[in-house]
């Protein structure tokens, strides 16, 4: 990311469950998203999720 860049990929959740992505079509960490399908998108934003809550439910190794 170019300094002073704000990360431009923004994932918002509706009400019904489903995802709206947005991202600057030119920004060098997204761009590649343009020309995957909303399918694409969505298989994505799932497996990121899925990792997430896997991460969160690991119990941390190291604990004060």
Do not use: C, Y
């Amino acid at each position: 990311m170019r300094k002073g860049m704000q990360d431009s990929l923004k994932i918002e959740r509706r009400d019904d469950g489903s995802f709206q992505v947005e991202w600057d079509k030119n920004d060098p960490n997204w761009k590649f998203m343009n020309d995957l399908t909303s399918e694409e998108i969505e298989s994505i934003v799932q497996e990121a999720i899925k990792h997430d809550q896997n991460e969160r439910s690991r119990p941390e190794l190291f604990s004060d």
